[in-house]
């Protein structure tokens, strides 16, 4: 595949999945963008603002295998990864792994932070090798693959925050927003009312999982300016500078994930290298759920993204 034909693709799908998701236009791009990365991603949002059906959605554009998790307080590791069950034949009895959900291209897990933080530590090894470890024996999870999760904000009942382990796997966090009043007349109008057959216009499949393999490839060789990469390191090393709003900064695992991340925003743009605008741009979904916040902040209500926002004023590009 080539670079105008992986373009023409991505275009493709982007209008494939805008007939089922309307009003999350930026939303989309970003989860593309880490769909191309390789990576996983956390959408954080109100229950009904259509996340499972955004991942539903780009799964069936890009003829992915699709798995759900429902996470629960009962939820137990085993009901996620699968299990080893004892079977009985003609030489006698014998041990087999049954698969659990995990066990797919994209795996949506649902309302991950309503599940105990033992239950959630059952994707660990999923979320960063793609391997899933039972009795010794190390099974391959199917390639290319996903985690997509959602989770209701921590403020909601019955909510549980994920360990900063499992957060660093996720490449960015996106929060998604109530919809402007003329998209939700769209919503509404596309899911409740009776429609005229030439009017019905749900996605289509148009990619392969192969074909998407090649366009992970082609980000891959977006290229990367010396001025840029040193940019980017300043990034990262600032979070660790004295701070009375961060107590712990971000891993070297950002700075990989915030590099994949300008690499597809550049590629989806046309572009053959990454720019300063790609990297301050995506800095805040990757950002945002890797800073630890002090309780100052905290107490004052200070966000992540009001935190990053200064980083960058404090830390300006400059060109070579």
Request: with cysteine.
């Amino acid at each position: 595949m080539d670079w105008q034909e992986g373009l023409e693709l991505l275009k493709e799908c982007r209008e494939q999945i805008g007939k089922e998701i309307v009003g999350q236009e930026d939303i989309v791009d970003q989860i593309l963008m880490v769909i191309l990365s390789g990576g996983n991603a956390l959408l954080e949002g109100m229950p009904g603002l259509g996340k499972t059906r955004l991942v539903h959605t780009i799964s069936h554009v890009f003829d992915l295998s699709f798995k759900r998790i429902q996470f629960t307080p009962d939820l137990m590791p085993q009901d996620i990864t699968g299990t080893s069950v004892l079977l009985r034949n003609e030489s006698g009895t014998e041990f087999s792994f049954r698969k659990g959900p995990i066990f797919a291209n994209i795996v949506l897990a649902d309302e991950i932070n309503r599940a105990t933080p033992k239950t959630q530590s059952a994707m660990l090894e999923a979320m960063q090798e793609a391997t899933v470890t039972e009795a010794g024996k190390t099974y391959e999870l199917p390639r290319p693959y996903f985690v997509l999760a959602t989770q209701n904000p921590i403020e909601t009942e019955g909510t549980y925050p994920l360990p900063e382990a499992q957060l660093d796997r996720f490449l960015c966090k996106l929060n998604l927003t109530f919809p402007a009043a003329e998209d939700l007349k769209k919503i509404v109008y596309l899911t409740e009312c009776d429609l005229e057959e030439g009017e019905k216009s749900g996605a289509k499949t148009v990619c392969t999982s192969e074909r998407l393999c090649e366009l992970m490839d082609l980000v891959r060789k977006v290229a990367v300016a010396e001025p840029v990469m040193d940019h980017l390191a300043e990034l990262c090393t600032a979070t660790h500078d004295k701070n009375q709003y961060i107590r712990e900064g971000v891993s070297p695992r950002a700075a990989q994930s915030l590099l994949r991340m300008a690499r597809a925003r550049a590629f989806m743009q046309g572009r053959y290298n990454v720019s300063f605008e790609d990297l301050h741009t995506c800095v805040y979904p990757v950002f945002r759920h890797r800073l630890v916040l002090s309780f100052d902040a905290v107490s004052r209500g200070v966000s992540p993204d009001s935190v990053i926002e200064e980083i960058l004023k404090n830390h300006p590009a400059t060109k070579a």
